[in-house]
Each structure stands twice: as structure tokens, then as C-alpha cells.
């Protein structure tokens, strides 16, 4: 089994700065892009940014230059650096690996989500 833990979420002003983590774990043969979602009440799920096994990095308009997504591989671990926060910020964001249990076949895996609220 894989698992992927985040944390770092919380409540924070506008304004101000969160640094959310991800870190996989157990059966893992190599991880591919690893990513962070967000959604939002009555929202859907919306791609925050990704970034390659080689570090390639995308982002949503709506964070470019505020947020930066990082990755240690050596910990199988994600990071997404928020700064300059606004309310439209607020959601639940959720961790995405596309993982290899072995030479043959990747999986998608999430983890459970950790709730980031923006507000004064």
C-alpha cells in the first residue's frame, strides 16, 4: 500500500503565508509527477500546480507568483510554499503522487486533504 500524508494547513490572514507538506510512503518502486489540488465549498476540484520527477513545474493562473511547488525526492516528499494569501485561497487541499509500485504500472493516489482557510 501507498500512502500520502499533508500537513501545514491551518487558518492564516490575508496576506499572510502557509507551507503545506506531502509525504508518501510504503510500497514504492518511483514517484512521477506530484501535485496539489484544491476545492473549495460547492467548488470543483481544481489543479493547483505539479511538478516532474525532474522538477518541471506548472501552476494555475491563479497562484502563479505567489505560490512554488517543491519536492525532496530523497523523502518522497511535496511542498507547496504559499504566500501573499488571499480568501479565494480557502479550500481543502489534497496531495496527488502518480506512484510505481514496480517496473510495469503507476497509480494515482490522494491523500486526505488538509484545510487551509484564509480570512481576517
Known amino acids: 500500500q501507498v500512502q500520502l500524508v499533508e500537513s501545514g494547513g491551518g487558518l492564516v490572514q490575508p496576506g499572510g503565508s502557509l507551507r503545506l507538506s506531502c509525504a508518501a510512503s510504503?510500497?514504492?518502486?518511483?514517484?512521477?509527477?506530484m501535485g496539489w489540488y484544491r476545492q473549495a465549498p460547492g467548488k470543483e476540484r481544481e489543479l493547483v500546480a505539479t511538478?516532474?520527477?525532474?522538477?518541471?513545474?506548472n501552476y494555475a493562473d491563479s497562484v502563479k507568483g505567489r505560490f512554488t511547488i517543491s519536492r525532496d525526492n530523497a523523502k518522497n516528499t511535496v511542498y507547496l510554499q504559499m504566500n501573499s494569501l488571499k480568501p479565494e485561497d480557502t479550500a481543502v487541499y489534497y496531495c496527488?503522487?502518480?506512484?510505481?509500485?514496480?517496473?510495469?504500472?503507476?497509480?494515482?493516489?490522494w491523500g486526505q486533504g488538509t484545510q487551509v482557510t484564509v480570512s481576517s
Open positions: 510504503g510500497s514504492i518502486f518511483s514517484i512521477n509527477t
Open positions: 496527488h503522487g502518480n506512484i510505481a509500485r514496480n517496473l510495469w504500472t503507476t497509480y494515482d493516489y
Open positions: 511538478i516532474t520527477s525532474g522538477g518541471s513545474t
